[in-house]
């Protein structure tokens, strides 16, 4: 019995730091688990300026291996094309149809946008495997073009809800007999300490959690892993920002929220300050960020609040102003909150669950 590891990108953040700075990537060890419906992959990290960017792990359509990100802020499974020419497409793993004998061709256009970038090709359908875990008839987007993305990963698994147009790995993983609970977990960890990081598919691994996990259900059907956010405090102040929902996406490296929170939040720490449309904070800070969901707080580390390089003890912090489409009360929480909680995701009861780490 196995882990399955995972360790996910931002489709936001990385693009401020990615062009300029060099990155190093190396695999984490696996961890074996003792439920039987538990799978493993092997997990590369790639980190810039010791900042956790992208976390992806492999997957096989028909017989071909690639690297995918694994999304809890989207739906839609694709990867390049061997007709694809966009930038992003160079020196990666490339679907050819022609060498799959279980490919069918679903003579529809693909094409998913993200907070920043977008791709687009056809929609076919094929036999699909992660770690050993196997399901028919998965659809999947086979992209030509690829805008405004930069990332060492092929391509994309979502594991939010299913769409109109495409049911998603785990939820076939489900009607399919392949696991039961389709839930799955993660256990982020940090590369400036060398912690494991590790997704566990049909089940949890109560090795990375202690104590009980805290369930919150999804409070909005928007197809996302959206929940209430009761409340949020820096060093023991509430914010009282009123009603907020929080969409918890291990596909963004940071924690974006609407421009007023920001700056709320950002009042609360000494010697913050706002330049040219970002947030930042001295590198040293040690301020404490706590999320309310269900009535149980959560902290934020401070380490997991600044991001490097610092430039005379000021740095970037991971908290910044949100994306306008999500308007003045969702909040979107990536890895930098994420890396402090173990987080279940249950397909079947609609529930997000956060525990504490082991």
């Given amino acids: 019995m196995h882990a399955l590891y995972i360790k996910s990108l931002s489709l936001i953040f990385f693009f401020l730091l990615a062009d300029a700075l060099p990155t190093k990537r190396f695999s984490l060890t696996k ?82 946008t993200y907070a920043k970038g977008n791709v687009s090709g056809i929609s076919g359908q094929s036999k699909f495997s992660i770690a050993g875990l196997q399901i028919v008839g998965q659809d999947f987007g086979i992209v030509n073009m690829v805008s405004d993305i930069n990332a060492p990963f092929d391509g994309i698994m979502g594991m939010a809800f299913d769409t109109i147009d495409q049911k998603t790995p785990i939820s076939l993983l489900k009607t399919q007999g392949v696991i039961n609970p389709p839930i799955f977990a993660f256990k982020l960890g940090r590369d400036i300490n060398k912690t494991k990081s590790e997704l566990t598919i049909g089940g949890v691994d109560s090795t990375q959690y202690k104590g009980a996990i805290f369930w919150t259900k999804v409070g909005v059907n928007t197809g996302l892993w959206e929940i209430p956010l009761e409340d ?115 397909l079947d009861n609609k529930q997000v669950g956060f525990a504490s780490l082991a």
């Fill in 232 to 346: 949020s405090s820096v060093n023991g102040v509430s914010t009282a920002l009123g009603a907020r929902t929080a969409i918890i996406d291990t596909g963004t490296t940071n924690i974006f929220v609407p421009t007023n929170d920001a700056k709320k939040i950002y009042s609360h720490i000494p010697s913050s300050s706002f330049t040219n449309g970002q947030f930042y904070l001295p590198c040293n800070t040690r301020a404490q960020i706590n999320l309310k969901f269900s009535g149980k707080s959560w902290s934020i580390s401070a380490e997991d609040l600044v991001l490097y390089p610092p430039n005379n003890g000021t740095c970037l912090g991971s908290i910044q102003q949100g994306i306008k489409s999500l308007g003045n009360s969702r909040w979107l929480l990536g890895d930098s909150f994420l890396k402090n909680v173990y987080s279940v995701f249950d």
């Fill in 31 to 112: 961890i074996s688990l003792t439920k039987a419906v538990v799978k493993d992959i092997s997990l590369l990290d790639e980190v810039v300026q010791s900042n956790d960017i992208c976390y992806y792990g492999q997957v096989t359509i028909g017989t071909q291996n690639f690297n995918v990100q694994f999304d809890t802020g989207s739906s839609d499974l694709w990867v390049p094309s061997t007709t694809c020419v966009s930038t992003f497409c160079k020196n990666k793993n490339k679907y050819d149809k022609t060498k799959d004998p279980s490919f069918k061709d679903l003579k529809k256009p693909f094409k998913q």
